[in-house]
């Protein structure tokens, strides 16, 4: 599992894998701990592609952006799911 930087957000940090497409083991790192967990827990073997679908353009309060759409934006990148 490899850490990707998040920015504009509490959690500095995601971690995860992709097995077969679907998402395993995410862990964000600082952020609110329940929410993230319950987050990481409701994406446990969710296909890549869906995760993204749910979670871009969420954001948090006044910013432009939340941990989620974070996370759907790094899934974008690697996973080459990028609309």
Do not use: W
Request: glycine fraction near 10%; charge should be positive.
């Amino acid at each position: 599992m490899k850490r990707h930087r998040l920015e504009g957000v509490c959690s500095k940090e995601v971690s995860f894998r992709v097995e077969a497409g679907r998402l395993r083991d995410v862990r964000f790192y600082s952020g609110c701990p329940g929410n993230l967990k319950a987050m990481a827990m409701l994406l446990e073997g969710m296909r890549v592609k869906d995760a993204v679908d749910k979670l871009k353009g969420i954001v948090c309060g006044d910013k432009k952006t939340s941990c989620s759409d974070q996370l759907a934006r790094v899934l974008e990148k690697i996973a080459g799911t990028a609309k």
